[in-house]
């Protein structure tokens, strides 16, 4: 059992067939104590089985009843910026892996400071869990979140297949991310959602102003797993089905209670790309679709794509997100560190987008440089376009578009 000192305790004891402990006053998570067939549950968003029998929860529409909500400025607009694939925690036995971390953390501060985003995602793979030691691998957190909580901005994570290796677990990661930043609204999915090794499936709420009774914005995260297990057997790369259904279950309970979504708009984020965007790739037109197209994508590329007899598993997540999530304005992902561009994927005409690979760590080539993605909503309208564009660690942007019905 590890056992690392962090400030606060928070103790949660979830009985299956088996005892997950998981201490943040003394962080005591083992991997192995982990229920075979469930991940915990930390959020405050009762369960999804009550959802099922629509009987909602009360604080369910509210998941997070104990902290600031999110808003829009008072001049109408919201900045989202985008870190993604930050892989900290490679090679610390020698200079250049602490040193990679470092660069990363001033990048971090430098884009923070020149952005100043109401709201920040981390898009995956934030630790690269196979090359770090297991002892400590947890505490690279803390260096992660530290510029986010120097700035004061709330944030959530996401996913990556580096982020379940051998040294660590992503429920392990959310564990220690939410016990030392105060600005994180990364949770777990509900009971029975995300499959085995899949913990954070997730939706933020975003306001136009605090007093509200009701979203403009919803922001979706998806766990598309990866990696192995505690045993070495590879992890399904897809987003599993389960989370398909409570997909259907959450747009309903937000229709029954917020109305029509008509003026709700929607962003989702998952790490590993849809496959259906590898055929995307084909059709580029670079004067539509500016940014780094350096990533060939082929197998392991997108989900479901690593073993080629699990095609088509992520299917049932892609149907159900572009059919029953309304006004849906960006599909954004990670994981292929060569391509920043966005598309629409023809088959529901929804706009895709690679984000832009921010660490030092994980692989790269001469070129691609490093940055964020950031998308600036003008106005809560949903039929309003959003400006995104990639900017650069030296503070330049390129790949300038707007994101809207004529993209």
Same mark, same amino acid.
């Given at each position: 059992m590890v056992m690392l000192s962090t400030p606060g305790l928070i103790h949660l004891t979830v009985i299956f067939s088996l005892v997950f402990r998981l201490c943040t006053g003394a962080i005591c998570v083992h991997r192995d104590e982990l229920p075979a067939t469930a991940e915990p549950h930390l959020g405050a968003i009762g369960t999804w089985q009550a959802g099922r029998n629509n009987v909602w929860p009360t604080d369910q529409l509210n998941p997070y009843p104990d902290k600031p909500r999110i808003t829009f400025r008072e001049d109408g607009s919201f900045k989202l910026t985008i870190f993604s694939d930050v892989h900290f925690g490679e090679n610390p036995w020698d200079s250049w892996g602490p040193e990679q971390d470092i660069n990363t953390t001033a990048l971090m501060r430098s884009l923070l400071d020149i952005e100043r985003p109401d709201y920040v995602v981390i898009?995956?793979?934030?630790?690269? $869990?196979? #090359?770090?030691f297991r002892e400590n691998s947890t505490s690279l957190i803390d260096t992660i979140v530290r510029p986010l909580n120097a700035a004061k901005v709330p944030f959530s994570s996401t996913s990556g297949n580096h982020d379940t290796q051998i040294n660590i677990t992503r429920a392990e990661e959310i564990v220690r991310e939410t016990s030392v930043s105060p600005h994180s609204y990364t949770?777990?999915?509900?009971p029975g959602v995300g499959g085995v090794g899949g913990p954070a499936n997730y939706w933020v709420p975003v306001y136009e102003k605090d007093t509200d009774s009701a979203p403009v914005l919803l922001l979706w995260f998806f766990d598309s797993r990866g990696g192995v297990y505690a045993d070495g057997s590879q992890m399904p790369d897809w987003v599993d089905s389960t989370v398909a259904e409570w997909i259907a279950s959450e747009t309903e309970m937000m229709n029954t209670a917020w109305g029509p979504s008509d003026r709700r708009s929607a962003v989702a984020f998952v790490h590993i790309p849809p496959h259906a965007i590898q055929a995307v790739q084909e059709n580029l037109d670079s004067s539509i679709n500016p940014g780094l197209n350096a990533d060939k994508l082929g197998q392991g590329s997108t989900q479901a794509s690593g073993d080629p007899a699990s095609l088509g598993? %992520? #299917?049932?997540?892609?149907?159900?997100? #572009?059919?029953? /999530?309304? #006004?849906?304005?960006? /599909?954004?992902? $990670?994981? %292929?560190? $060569?391509?920043?561009?966005?598309?629409?994927?023809?088959t529901y005409n929804v706009i895709f987008c690679f984000d832009k690979h921010s660490g030092y760590g994980g692989y790269s080539s001469p070129?691609? $440089?490093?940055? /964020?993605?950031?998308?600036?909503?003008?106005?809560?309208?949903?039929?309003?376009?959003?400006?995104?564009?990639?900017m650069l660690e030296n503070g330049t942007t390129h790949a300038r578009v707007v994101l809207d019905e004529d993209y």
């Open positions: 898009n995956g793979d934030l630790i690269t $869990g196979e #090359n770090t949770r777990f999915s509900p598993k %992520d #299917n049932a997540f892609w149907h159900s997100l #572009n059919s029953h /999530v309304r #006004n849906l304005r960006a /599909v954004i992902s $990670g994981h %292929d560190h $060569g391509d920043e561009w966005c598309a629409r994927e023809p070129g691609w $440089g490093r940055g /964020v993605r950031s998308l600036l909503f003008r106005s809560a309208m949903p039929d309003e376009g959003i400006e995104s564009y990639i």
